[in-house]
């Protein structure tokens, strides 16, 4: 695992915490938007981290006082008779492959979100599979503010997570939505004091990485595809998946704990 070890310029910094991996959008002055070199560096180091069995779990938060507010518009100005960006292209080429890294990453991401996040920001956020947020933080679906169309898996997630009436409000209106709101409405799993984030989010990251790792890669996996399956095609994968899970050494290792009446020791190996 690379290390970078607080350049003021890189656009994001890694930080290897025993088999935590702490990754920091570091672009403060811009609310940690995305210019192309941070979308390259976080790219790098999500695939390094979902191939490297040795980390266990990863913390995502922003530096400064935003998570991360999407694209960088500064970068989508265009004078007059110019040519336009092809947004598809952009999406296609740098936010899609990034929600399905997280989607899809072997081992659980933790989001602290330490302040507003916007656009992509919040649906970056929203992909993670545990979501913290500073009781400061916000989530806004900026888009439609620009006349865009909620990217990164927002009309996806969105819905899911706080039903057809308010995704369609959020999306279309750019309201933002505060921390304490977004945890009542199930948009995230807790609101915490501020002071309270980074302590609780890594605690909770360490816990993950002491956890049978494998095990919940497959509970990843499993509600990833919940729900687009039939109950038919869920209940035939979870079978696959248990039978799988069942052959880990940390399902051997947890029973035996259970057993012995002592703390397991999982490795968070496949086999
Ligand atoms: O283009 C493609 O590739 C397609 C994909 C698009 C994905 C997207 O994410 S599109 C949506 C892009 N994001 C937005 O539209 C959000 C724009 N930002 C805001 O609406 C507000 O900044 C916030 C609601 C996020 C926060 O507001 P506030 O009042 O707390 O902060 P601020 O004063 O607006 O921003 C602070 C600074 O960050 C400011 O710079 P300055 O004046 O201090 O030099 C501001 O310009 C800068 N900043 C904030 N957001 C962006 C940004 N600079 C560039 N791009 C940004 N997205």
């Known amino acids: 695992?690379?290390?970078?070890?607080?350049?003021?310029?890189?656009?994001?910094?890694?930080?290897?915490?025993?088999?935590?991996?702490?990754?920091?959008?570091?672009?403060?002055?811009?609310?940690?938007?995305?210019?192309?070199?941070?979308?390259?560096?976080?790219r790098a180091a999500m695939e390094e981290i979902a191939a490297d069995e040795s980390v266990r779990a990863v913390l995502l938060t922003g530096a400064g006082r935003g998570f991360c507010a999407g694209q960088?518009?500064?970068?989508?100005?265009?004078?007059?008779?110019?040519?336009?960006?092809?947004?598809?292209?952009?999406?296609?080429?740098?936010y899609n492959p990034l929600i399905r890294l997280i989607r899809t990453m072997p081992k659980p991401i933790v989001c602290a979100v330490n302040g507003v996040a916007a656009g992509a920001g919040a649906n970056i956020a929203l992909a993670c599979d545990i979501v913290l947020a500073a009781?400061?933080?916000?989530?806004?679906q900026a888009f439609a503010k620009i006349g865009l169309v909620p990217d990164s898996g927002g009309t996806w997630v969105l819905p899911r997570l706080v039903g057809e009436a308010r995704a369609?409000?959020?999306?279309?209106?750019?309201?933002?939505?505060?921390?304490?709101?977004?945890?009542?409405?199930?948009?995230?799993?807790?609101v915490v004091d501020d002071a309270e984030l980074e302590g609780e989010a890594m605690a909770l990251a360490e816990r993950f990485a002491a956890a049978p790792t494998h095990g919940l890669a497959l509970i990843k996996r499993a509600l990833f595809v919940s729900s687009t399956n039939t109950l038919d095609t869920?209940?035939?994968?979870?079978?696959d998946l248990q039978r799988e899970a069942g052959a880990t050494p940390d399902y051997a290792e947890g029973v035996a704990a259970?057993?012995?009446k002592r703390k397991p020791n999982f490795t968070g190996r496949k086999g």
């Open 1 to 42: 695992m690379s290390e970078t070890t607080g350049a003021p310029a890189a656009p994001i910094l890694v930080e290897r915490r025993g088999a935590v991996v702490r990754v920091v959008l570091n672009r403060p002055d811009r609310l940690n938007s995305f210019n192309v070199e941070m979308h390259r560096a976080l």
């Open 72 to 94: 960088d518009l500064a970068d989508r100005a265009v004078a007059p008779g110019a040519a336009r960006p092809d947004l598809g292209a952009s999406v296609d080429t740098w």
């Open 135 to 140: 009781r400061s933080a916000s989530f806004v």
């Open 168 to 190: 369609r409000a959020l999306a279309l209106t750019a309201e933002p939505v505060k921390a304490e709101r977004a945890e009542a409405w199930g948009m995230i799993w807790k």
């Open 234 to 239: 869920q209940l035939d994968l979870e079978r």
């Open 258 to 260: 259970f057993v012995e």
